[in-house]
C-alpha cells in the first residue's frame, strides 16, 4: 500500500472523529448559547417563568420538553438534554446510576373537583379510600348520589408517583382514565361533575375546585409549614459524572440562586432556597 493512500486514509478516519465528537457534543448540550431542559409537565410554569426571564436577560436560547419525569430522567441519562426536570425524588436505582437530584422548590399536589361538587374537603384516609375503591359514591363522603370518577396521571408520572406514595395508594388506585398531562387531568375533571382528580397546585385553574385536605387549604404557608401534607419536591436531575457547564451551568446557578426566589414563588411553588 502506497504511503499517499495511507496518510488519505488517516485524513479521513480523524475527520470522522471530529465529525463524532462534534455530534456527540451537540447532543449533550455542547452548545455554549443553548440550554435545554426536559421532564415533568407540571413544573411547566415554574421551569418556563424562570427560562423566560433567563433568556430575556443572557441572550441565551432555552428549551423544555414537556414529556413528564420518567422521560426527563431519561433523556438525562441517555445525554439528549443538559438538565432533567422531575416532580418526584430520584429513586434508589437512578441515583445508584450515577444521577444527582438538587431540590429547586417544594409543590403541593392540589386534589381536585368539579365546581358543582358540593364536597370542600376530604381527609386524607378518604382520598386514600376514594382511590382504591373503597369509596365508590359521593354520598358516602358528604356529596350527592352519585359514582364518584376517578381521574388520574399515567405510569411514570411524577404527580402520581407523588399522590400514591403520600395517600399510600401505590400500585393499588381504581383509574378510570390515565392521563398524559396535567392539563388534561384539569380539563377532564372540569368536564365531569362526578369527577375526581390530582394536580400541581401551581397549575389548578378556575374551571376546578381544589378540596381542603384535613381542613388544610394548599398555600405556600401551608406547604412550606408542612401542615399541607400532600406535596412533593420539584427536582432538577443531572449526572454527577457530567458536570455543567456553559449555558447550563449559568441557567442551574440562576434558578437555585436567591434572585430566582420571587419568581419561583410568584410561580405558585414553594422555593427550596
Known amino acids: 500500500m502506497s504511503k499517499k493512500v495511507v496518510m488519505i486514509r488517516k485524513i479521513v478516519v480523524m475527520m470522522m472523529a471530529a465529525i463524532l465528537s462534534l455530534t456527540m457534543l451537540a447532543g449533550c448540550g455542547g452548545d455554549k448559547n443553548a440550554v435545554s431542559t426536559d421532564g415533568s409537565t407540571s413544573m411547566e410554569k415554574v421551569i418556563g417563568a424562570l427560562g423566560e426571564v433567563f433568556q430575556n436577560d443572557t441572550g441565551i436560547s432555552f428549551t423544555y420538553n414537556p414529556t413528564g419525569s420518567g422521560s426527563g430522567i431519561k433523556a438525562v441519562q441517555e445525554g439528549r438534554c443538559d438538565i432533567g426536570l422531575s416532580s418526584r425524588a430520584l429513586k434508589q436505582e437512578e441515583t445508584d446510576a450515577g444521577l444527582v437530584g438538587t431540590v429547586l422548590a417544594y409543590d403541593g399536589i392540589a386534589i381536585i373537583v368539579n365546581p358543582k361538587n358540593s364536597v370542600s374537603n376530604l381527609s386524607l384516609d378518604d382520598v386514600a379510600k376514594i382511590y382504591t375503591g373503597e369509596i365508590t359514591n359521593w354520598s358516602k363522603v358528604g356529596g350527592k348520589n352519585a359514582e364518584i370518577v376517578l381521574i388520574g396521571r399515567e405510569a411514570g408520572s411524577g404527580t402520581r408517583d407523588g399522590f400514591e406514595s403520600i395517600t399510600n395508594t401505590k400500585d393499588a388506585c381504581k383509574?378510570?382514565?390515565?392521563?398524559?398531562?396535567?392539563?388534561?387531568?384539569?380539563?377532564?375533571?372540569?368536564?365531569?361533575?362526578?369527577?375526581?382528580?390530582?394536580?400541581?397546585?401551581?397549575?389548578?385553574?378556575?374551571?376546578?375546585?381544589?378540596?381542603?385536605?384535613?381542613?388544610?387549604?394548599?398555600?405556600?404557608?401551608?406547604?412550606?409549614?408542612?401542615?399541607?401534607?400532600?406535596?412533593?419536591?420539584?427536582?432538577?436531575?443531572?449526572?454527577?459524572?457530567?458536570?455543567?457547564?456553559?449555558?447550563?451551568?449559568?441557567?442551574?446557578?440562576?434558578?437555585?440562586?436567591?434572585?430566582?426566589?420571587?419568581?419561583?414563588?410568584?410561580?405558585?411553588?414553594?422555593?427550596?432556597?
Open 175 to 273: 383509574y378510570r382514565q390515565e392521563l398524559t398531562s396535567t392539563g388534561d387531568v384539569i380539563t377532564a375533571v372540569s368536564q365531569n361533575p362526578d369527577a375526581i382528580g390530582y394536580a400541581s397546585v401551581a397549575s389548578v385553574k378556575e374551571e376546578v375546585k381544589a378540596l381542603t385536605i384535613d381542613g388544610v387549604a394548599a398555600t405556600e404557608e401551608t406547604i412550606k409549614n408542612g401542615s399541607y401534607v400532600v406535596q412533593r419536591p420539584f427536582i432538577l436531575v443531572t449526572k454527577a459524572d457530567t458536570p455543567l457547564k456553559g449555558a447550563a451551568l449559568k441557567f442551574f446557578d440562576y434558578i437555585t440562586s436567591a434572585d430566582a426566589k420571587e419568581i419561583i414563588s410568584k410561580a405558585g411553588v414553594v422555593p427550596a432556597n
